[in-house]
């Protein structure tokens, strides 16, 4: 047992010492458990129980048994529950419930079990738990078995059983089941029609679910969240922006699934106005925002405003878990401030994958790849299995760094020492590693073995390695393949142009350009760049004129280009 106060040791004992009836000292030891803040408390008020034979009360026991499993101790509530002669039927509820909580569904399935063998009847909230446990262990056939208990007791008629029961079947065979038990139903609640709607919407039946949110009686901000969450699943912004919009009353749940909407839909200048209008309207976020905001800056490259959001985070002394802390090492890097990056990364207490998978991907972006490389040496160290993620940084920093021989140990290691099958991004790295090094021939071996089909990365990793070492032969088939992949991508024949341009070979040239203009091919994508100033984002693509200020931006540009004519410097128009 471990030691806690011994003045909260010695006024516990107090209430014993003193001749109080039974009931009194049981009332007591009810109200110690209540006020327990720590586990220690609790063991201590426990073995006084048992000191005075309080642990055979169904009351004390069913206490102690929901304040251990909001410790997540289960093994202390089993050992009081296996020490009670005739546990009753709160008892064994309290101890279905608690394994259900700290993840053990399966014991809570043999402790009912156990309740039915001991002649014990079970109550409407005994199939609660039981129901979420066949639920967390996809157990089809043991909650067939308790749907007919629970119709064997007549407890059918109850909503948060029924309600249970439609979580149940959605989760394990689908929503026609599901929505079988929901119009059996001959009262719902909110509940009820959430839960429903909450299955069409995971089984991404969005159809069904607006069918039955329009029909609704009355919604309440869970159902129209599980709405927009369920348009934000499916890619579909708009509909998600209507509805939220639409939302009589919004909740933080709300706010943080529209930033998630627009985050993971690359709309990460939307996601950051939204997250300025939650704050405005005085909604605090929670680390779940809070991580989401953050990548956003990432993905953008707002330093300014990424300093601003980890201040926040700071002053309102949010806990800096793994989560938020990954986050703000991913989102340091990314934005150049890799010393401050590395600052997070060693100032966290805890680190996941995550936070190593950012600090060496960081590393490995900046061309640190040494140091990416001792990075993951010391996540070794620290026992921390890598996944594909983490290789995929480790090959990019050997590719920046021209390490082949490293590279290709590295390659082997992931599937021979960590089990991880290649995907197509290794490959591409790879292929990039090979190809950069002169090793042409060995790249398109590779690439010929792959057991995946390859992409048009790969054979544009090929093709610039193939420019790069002027061979011809390997490059025309890296085109071929390109060709058909992306027969419409101009960046493909503009390359090739050049390489056959540079040995003069002007014939095959002309054919490219005539292939190109009998095609039609043209840039239809053209590529954006922004800076951040004073803590807005300005956006520009290729010849935009949407700017408010481009009339400025244009006569600048000009007088700048006239400045490099006049100090003598000539454009490329060659080179890619």
Known sequence: MRRTSSSYYFSTLKHFQQPNSISRRHSSLAEQIKKCSRLAELEYV?????????NQDAFLTNQFITACSTFSHIDYAVLAFNQMETPNVFVYNAMIKGL???GYPDRALECYINMLRAKVFPTSYTFSSLIRACTLLFALGFGEAVHGQIWRNGLDSHVYVQTAMIDFYSNVCGTKEARRVFDEMLERDAFAWTTM?????????????????????????TTWNTMIDGYARLGDVESAELLFNQIPSRDIISWTIMINCYSQNKKYREALVVFKEMLAHGVKPDGVTITTIISSCAHLGTLELGKDIHL?????????????GSALIDMYAKCGALDRSLLVFFKLSDKNLFCWNSIIEGLATHGYAEEALIMFRKMEEEKIKPNGVTFISLLSACTHAGFVEEGRKRF??????????PEVEHYGCMVDLLSKAGLLEEALALIRSMNLKPNS??????????????NLTIGQVAVDELMVLEPNNTGYYHLLVDMFAEVNRWEEVSKIWATMKGLGVEKRCPGSSWIEMDSRIHQFAASDNSHTACAEIYLLLSELDGQLKLAGYVPDLGST
């Open 100 to 102: 259900v909580h700290c």
């Open 412 to 421: 082997l290691s992931m599937t021979k020492d960590y089990f991880i099958s």
């Open 457 to 470: 990365v790969i054979w544009g990793a090929l093709l610039g390695g193939c420019k790069l070492h002027r």
């Open 197 to 221: 709607i909450s299955a069409y919407v995971r089984a991404g039946d969005m159809n069904s679910a607006v069918i039955l949110f329009q029909t609704i009686p009355e919604s309440n901000t």
């Open 46 to 54: 426990y073995a006084c129980s048992i000191k005075s034979g309080a």
């Open 312 to 324: 926040y985070v700071m002053q309102n002394r949010f806990d800096l878990d793994v989560f938020i």
